[in-house]
């Protein structure tokens, strides 16, 4: 019977190992060892099953990155507000339905209604900051008061009606954070602080403060001309409620189980926050409350990742499984949404590895056109050659990599896409595979 126990332990534990070196390999090929790092963890069931850092933390000192060192999250931060708002909705404090002119009595709406729930599902259409020609870097370095940030742009055009379209919005999350100040008597960095860091152990976990001396703080760096670069200057005044916090992988950890676990909001409220958005025309968006929403390989996902002067995010989180995964970089030349995912699809035994295959040039040519997600949002599929390229409104061209007939990827980025032909043969549409499905109708 020992005999018997050993070998089933021995199994599992070369399993294990085997289970790491593929994380390793992955994670080794994102962070090289003598380059900006990344940490990484892998969580099943509650269980940390992987925790490792890569590359350094700081170049010029020449200090190996550790799963202790601390990291601007970015976007993630939205999480945190988001559930702040919440859970002041829970004690009476604030209703989702409120108008933001119940808090920000001067605010122009355009004689339109905006409301809580538009700023935390990115349907305000509120112009974000971030986007406007005139936040230079220049104007990134300057600090703002709260208001004083608000009064910088309030006054620009609308996008579109509230609840008219889908649009990924910063200045909506810094009003949430205005908002959470007024609702709560307190200012965002102590709410959030006392809150949830707090009560959860979350010590290092912070609002980032940039003069503040902070215990095992990562250097961010960037890419420049020569080579990678010390992250340009940004006030941390500005990213506020929308990005200023920073934290660690084990943090970020301790704060999604909790919150799964029902310590962090109710149920009911963490219901509302992982349920698509509904536009007025009825179509349902991929983002709730803090939190992007979609499938990975057919197991659903609630996540964020983050982007901010020196350093990139992404968290997700698969509840049916119980799998959760970070992967934080210092370095804005190392993304890690495409890994987490990666890493993420592995941890429940679901990954695949693809073989690039070689497609006629004729079938590459019956693939170019432009395809409609939506009327804003349309993908243009061109070709060079042997060379298939996909553009969507407003971003860069991406290659995509054949790995069978009619289906391509770009595992950088992680994304797949399918060809969809008619009855005749013809293609008629194709299907995008990122943070979900989403099919997209040939126009052209």
Known sequence: MKQLLLLVFVAMFTGLVAQDDYYNKVLNERFPADSPGGTAIIVKKGEVVYHKAFGKANLELDV??????????GSITKQFTACAILKLAEEGKLSLDDEITKFLPKYPTKRKTITVEHLLNHTSGIASYTGLKKWDAETRK???????????????????????????????????????????????????????????????????????????????????LLGVQNASFVSMTQPYAAGSLLSTTGDLNTWYQAVVSGKVVSRESLAKAHTPATLNTGDKTSYGFGWSLGELEGSPFFGHGGGINGFLTASTYLPEEEVFVAVFSNCNCHDPGAVANKLAVMAIGKYEERKTVELPEAMLASYVGKYELSPQFIITITRSGKQLKAQATGQSPIDLVAFKEHHFHHEQIGIKVRFNPDDDGKISSLTLFQNGERDAKRVE
């Open 64 to 73: 190996d990155m550790t799963t202790d060192h601390i990291f601007r999250i």
């Open 142 to 224: 300057q600090n703002f008061t709260p208001q004083e940030m608000i009064d910088y742009f309030k006054n620009e055009p609308m996008d579109f009606d509230p609840g008219d379209a889908f649009r990924y919005n910063n200045s909506g999350y810094f009003l949430l954070g205005y908002i959470i100040e007024k609702a709560s008597g307190m200012p965002y960095a102590d709410y959030i602080e006392s809150t949830f860091f707090k009560p959860l152990g979350m010590s290092s976990s912070s609002y980032d403060r940039t003069s503040v001396v902070i215990p095992n703080r990562a250097a961010g760096y960037e890419p420049g």
